[in-house]
Each structure stands twice: as structure tokens, then as C-alpha cells.
């Protein structure tokens, strides 16, 4: 692990739509006080909102970290299970495999994947049915 890394961990629970976005709010503040350039708090923001309820709408749990060095700024979004079929086809703008209920609030027009990766200097993602590893990675 690189040295002079801050790193905060938020545990993000699936289907907790109330709590939702709490992470992100967080890891937003966090960087605002560190001092992080204003349009880079704004790219974090997106990333980890994003990731965040792609946590709460397609995975059985997982966590949502957020890693500051004098290089980069980092999210990592990583659950459990159950992975993603086909990358590919969900890295397409528009293409969502949440249920009709969470359209229903708004949520699942099928943009994560592709917010994540537009903000994001470096993108990496990683899925199995055990579940899904997602690196953002903007450099300072």
C-alpha cells in the first residue's frame, strides 16, 4: 500500500434506498476539507454516488472506499454477488437491468456505468458471480 494514503471505508447495504447516497455525501465533504480541487470533488461526487446505488440496487452489500494520496483520488466500489453478465453490454448508455420498482424512483436509467467511467482518468472493472470490483481513479 502506497504511504500518505487517507482512506475511509463506508459499508453500503443492498435495497437501503433511505440511506443511500450518504457515502458519497460524506466522501464529498471529506474532500472538499482536504482541499481537493472544486471540478474533482464534483467527478468524486458522481463516481461515488453512482457506485453507491449501483451497491444499493444490484448487489448483496459491499462497500464504497474512497482513497486520497498526493497522486490521485480513488473510489472503489466492491460487493458481493451477484456480478454482472456482460460488461460490455452494461457499459452501454441506456442499458439498465434494475427492476421496475426502482424505476419507479427514479432510479436505474442505466447512465452508472457510463457517469462512472466519463469522470473517471482511469476506469477498471472486474465481475464474477461473487461479485463486482469497480476502481475509479482520478489523478491530482
Known amino acids: 500500500m502506497e504511504e500518505n494514503v487517507f482512506t475511509e471505508v463506508h459499508q453500503v447495504k443492498a435495497g437501503d434506498f433511505a440511506s443511500a447516497g450518504e457515502a458519497s455525501s460524506h466522501f464529498k465533504r471529506v474532500l472538499k476539507q482536504l482541499g481537493i480541487d472544486g471540478d474533482l470533488v464534483r467527478r ?3 463516481m461515488s454516488y453512482e457506485a453507491e446505488l449501483n451497491l444499493v440496487i444490484h448487489s448483496e452489500g459491499g462497500e464504497l472506499k ?3 494520496s498526493p497522486e490521485h483520488v480513488r473510489i472503489i466500489s466492491e460487493d458481493v454477488g451477484p456480478g454482472i453478465e456482460d460488461i460490455d453490454l452494461a457499459m452501454t448508455a441506456g442499458y439498465s437491468t434494475a427492476p421496475d ?3 419507479m424512483m427514479g432510479f436505474g436509467a442505466g447512465m452508472g456505468l457510463c457517469n ?3 469522470c473517471a482518468d482511469d476506469f477498471q472493472i472486474s465481475s464474477s458471480k461473487a461479485g463486482t470490483k469497480i476502481s475509479m481513479t482520478m489523478n491530482l
Do not use: F, K, Q
Open 116 to 118: 462512472m467511467e466519463r
Open 66 to 68: 474512497l482513497e486520497v
Open 101 to 103: 420498482s426502482v424505476r
Open 44 to 46: 468524486a461526487s458522481i
